[in-house]
């Protein structure tokens, strides 16, 4: 192992660029995806690719029938082009 990285979200979701000097991790309900660059050293956080998803509406039945305010959804999943630009 190289490093730990500690990111304060997350969920299933890591991927390596094709040139092994970028990882982008799943930012769970922070609904970003972060970027982590090779400085030559270790790898650290250079971007951070927001999503801009809106938080869902759920309602909860029998209280009400009213929509509530929920949670954003969890971020996973990710993958990347062989050429590395998506």
Same mark, same amino acid.
């Given at each position: 192992m190289k490093q730990v990285i500690q990111q304060l979200n997350a969920h299933v979701g890591l991927v390596w660029a094709p040139n092994s000097q970028t990882l982008y991790a799943a930012g769970g309900c922070d609904d970003v995806v972060y970027v982590y660059s090779d400085n030559g050293t270790n790898f650290g $956080?250079?971007?951070?690719?927001? $999503?801009?998803?809106?938080?869902? $509406?759920?309602?909860?039945r029998g209280q009400s029938d009213r929509p509530r305010p929920g949670r954003r959804a969890q971020r996973s999943g990710l993958a990347i082009t062989a050429d590395g630009k998506r």
């Open positions: $956080l250079s971007n951070k690719i927001s $999503l801009g998803t809106p938080r869902m $509406l759920f309602v909860q």
